[in-house]
């Protein structure tokens, strides 16, 4: 596996592959990598003839009180892990080199990016378009691979290729749970034993949605109030929001029909936690 820390070695090698006729398939990640990260390298390395994985903490997705500082790095165990993926680069660039002296420009994403996390994070999807562009210039990839997991990120990055005209397939891959339904994540590692055993309310709420939406309730604000109550029931956990929203736009619904985002965002003690179901409403 090679290994780069320049822009201009990573996209040296992706010029030389490109004329050669190879696929590449980039999985951009912040590091800390888990067995959700270790689905996307798959995915990749099953569809294209190349596979990339940068490893990049980027500080303009970060608010000035994130945790940005404490982020977890493990670059020997991340790059063990992209090793037995079958990586066959890892891009791990500084913050200097990806945002060099007198940086200015940043990606605006527009409405897309104010809303869900947004409202309490602001300008993170502006930090998260402008890195990924910034990385999609340098590898210049045939796929990029993401988590659903990150349901937002996913629609603003799909926007972002189609309006800058990028011309890289964004493959959403599904997320990868642990086996008592917890999304995997890198920052389930600030959790104490007894908040992970209540972050498990997430997913059961996603749960009781799709039983409620099965069972034929249609109005988002029933739904709203009976994961409220789940999460509720859990004192360590703290609501941001739960919301209904239309998959490609993000927009509210309050009536649902054909496909709906169901959208957490939970404190679990001082973690923030997010998750999503994607559910398509029947119309029986």
């Known amino acids: 596996m090679l290994r780069f820390a320049t822009a201009a070695e ?6 030389t592959t490109q004329r050669e006729g190879k696929t590449i398939g980039l999985v951009p990640t912040m590091g800390a990598l888990h067995h959700g990260h270790a689905s996307l390298m798959r995915a990749a390395r099953a569809d294209c ?3 990339v994985v940068s490893l990049f903490v980027n500080p303009t997705q970060f608010g000035p009180h994130e945790d940005f500082a404490r982020y977890p ?9 992209c090793e037995a993926a079958g990586v066959d680069v890892l891009f791990v660039p500084t913050v200097e080199e990806l945002y060099p002296p007198g940086a200015q420009t940043l990606v605006d994403v527009g409405a897309l990016g104010s809303v869900l996390c947004g409202v309490s994070r602001p300008g993170h999807f502006r930090g998260v378009a402008t890195v990924v562009t910034k990385l999609f210039a340098i590898v210049n990839p045939h796929r990029a691979y993401f988590g659903q997991k990150d349901y937002q990120q996913t629609v603003v990055i799909r926007r972002l290729v189609i309006d800058l005209q990028l011309g890289v397939e964004v493959v959403v891959c599904p997320t990868v749970r642990e086996p008592d339904g917890l999304a995997a994540s890198s920052r389930n590692a600030y959790l104490s034993p007894d908040e992970r055993r209540q972050a498990v309310a997430l997913s059961a709420a996603l749960a009781e949605a799709t039983r ?8 988002a604000r029933k739904i709203r109030e009976a994961l409220g109550v789940i999460l509720g029931g859990h004192p360590a956990a703290r609501v941001e929001y739960v919301a209904l929203v239309d998959p490609d736009t993000l927009e509210p619904v309050e009536r649902l029909a054909g496909r709906v985002v169901v959208a957490l965002a939970v404190w679990v003690g001082n973690t923030r936690l997010i998750d999503n179901e994607v559910i398509t409403v029947s119309d029986a």
């Open 10 to 15: 990573m996209r040296r090698w992706a010029e």
């Open 49 to 51: 003839d190349r596979v």
């Open 73 to 81: 790095r493990m670059l020997d165990a991340d790059r063990a892990l």
């Open 212 to 219: 409620l939406i099965a069972a034929g309730e249609r109005s």
